[in-house]
């Protein structure tokens, strides 16, 4: 156990929060490191977690800890008086389960002071020349999701290069549930899972554990406290040093709403309403970079614009699904990539609206392609193109319109798809936006194709018969946007 009085040491926080980040300096006098581990790693080495404690106050502070092992109860936990700090010190606990006399567990741990205190925990992992590792913010008790509340964790990821783990504390001292789901890009569950927790139990395992597709490069989760309160949140992990190295770890508070998180079209879930079902969609209201847009061709600025370049398989399996407010087509990591300038993106999935969300000149389109893609960083792309009805139909189309997923939940499945038949290529319109579906999360980098590809009249009527009705009285888009200054831009010539 040392002393350093030196507050810049402090807290290595690292927040990666891409939708929204979230930067917050976190203090109390109750406090717990949701992820504590000492034991043998691959490289022989041993992992261990240290433990540093500030004073940020006046007073000195006296702190004890506990030891909470992971996946069971901790009623009555094994204990550790670590002493007093002083005001502007931090207390650093180098190897703190060896202090509290374990060799080997894991688990978290929890910090009691008689003051405010800001706590972060580091499990490293320390080579020949390497030290590996994940930092964990403690997280102030009255930070955790009490029983009626929803919390969202964005930044999601599953594929060669990352994992994610999700962690759950009991934070109240006794019985908690919580249901657990994954949710894809445009929100629909894929994956879940409830946890019952016992007093003090803390969880951390791969979101593997929630079901949902093998492979992902984005994906959120969405939190509901059912029962007691809980200390909730997740870490992606970079796979590639083959020991976990921490990119990014984050909570956030509930919105103490306990309300429905479901949104449609209609009947008090409707896209005007949408900004009122819940904090986390508030942008849906309140945003100024919104989408979907009405597009002035005479207004668009000329401009040089770096190409549209697609790198798309050409036989690519395509897994289709009605997810209640679209049919949705995934496309596997891998498939398909788009390059703008220096950024490089990754196709996710297409999916369908009826009729089109975005206007030109005034006009709609029976249905409009939405193809979602994403940069390693997060930031979304979207390629937007209409679709007009026309005898030939679209070769490549037919396969998915013949046997639409009719109801919400009905999945199909598409083998050797030609991605590339999805663009129309020529000119394009670009422009700042949002997704336009809850959250209505900003900064997409919208670029939606003037020239419309074509499905038969057939196709068009199966598609529109799924999306309407009392649920889609105006089928499943929302309205256009107020472009709020925002400026439309085309290729040059
Ligand atoms: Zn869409």
Redesign the pocket.
């Known amino acids: 156990m040392r002393l350093l009085s030196s507050l810049f040491i402090v807290l290595c926080l690292v927040f990666l929060g891409f939708l929204q980040p979230a930067l917050a300096v976190n203090i109390g006098s109750e406090v717990v490191v949701p992820a504590a581990r000492r034991g043998m790693g691959k490289n022989g080495a041993i992992w261990h977690t240290a433990v540093d404690i500030l004073n940020p106050g006046h007073d000195d502070v006296h702190v004890t800890l506990d030891w909470l092992v992971r996946d069971q109860a901790n009623p009555n936990p094994l204990s550790l008086d670590a002493g007093s700090i002083a005001p502007g010190e931090t207390m650093v606990l180098d190897d703190v389960l060896l202090d509290f006399g374990i060799e080997a567990g894991a688990g978290a741990i929890r910090v009691h002071a008689d003051g405010d205190v800001m706590v972060n925990g580091a499990v490293l992992n320390t080579g020949d020349d390497l030290e590996y590792g994940q930092s964990f913010e403690g997280i102030p008790v009255g930070s955790a999701i009490a029983a009626g509340s929803t919390t969202h964790v964005v930044g999601l990821a599953r594929n060669d290069d990352y994992r994610t783990n999700v962690y759950l504390v009991e934070a109240a001292g006794h019985d908690a549930t919580a249901t657990v789901e994954l949710l894809d890009m445009l929100g629909a569950v894929v994956g879940t899972k409830v946890y019952e927790l016992g007093a003090n139990e803390p969880v951390l395992e791969d979101v593997a554990a929630l079901g949902g597709p093998d492979v992902f490069a984005y994906a959120a989760l969405q939190i509901f406290v059912d029962e007691g309160s809980v200390i909730v949140g997740a870490s992606r992990i970079n796979e590639g040093s083959g020991d976990p190295l921490t990119l990014a770890s984050w909570w956030q508070c509930g919105d103490g709403g306990g309300h429905d998180a479901h949104w449609g079209y209609c009947c008090g879930m409707s896209p005007a309403e949408w900004g009122y079902l819940g904090e986390e969609n508030a942008l849906c209201k309140d945003g100024f970079a919104q989408s979907p847009i009405d597009i002035s061709s005479c207004g668009a600025v000329a401009a040089e614009l770096p190409e549209l370049t697609f790198a798309y398989g050409a036989g690519v399996d395509l897994d289709t699904s009605n997810n209640g407010h ?1 049919v949705v087509a995934s496309v596997a990591s891998g498939d398909g990539t788009l390059t703008i300038g220096d950024d490089q993106y990754e196709l996710l999935q297409f ?1 369908f ?1 009826t009729g089109s ?1 975005t206007f030109l000149d005034g006009q709609d389109f029976p249905i409009e392609m ?1 193809m979602v893609h994403v940069d390693g960083e997060g930031n979304l792309a979207v390629v937007g193109v209409f679709f007009e009805i026309g005898e030939g139909g679209h070769s490549e189309l037919a396969d998915i319109f013949s046997a639409l997923p009719a109801h919400a939940g009905d999945v199909g499945h598409v083998e050797g798809f030609d991605l590339n038949s999805l663009i129309p290529g020529g000119r394009t319109y670009r422009f700042t936006g949002s997704l ?2 809850p959250p209505c999360s900003e900064g997409v980098a919208w670029n939606v194709y003037a020239t419309p590809l074509q499905l038969t009249q057939e196709e068009v009527d199966a598609f529109i018969h799924i999306f309407s009705g009392e649920e889609f009285p105006d089928g499943n888009r929302r309205p256009v946007q107020p472009l709020n200054g925002r400026v439309v831009q085309t290729e040059a010539n």
């Open positions: 679209a999916h609206h969300e939405h336009t579906t």
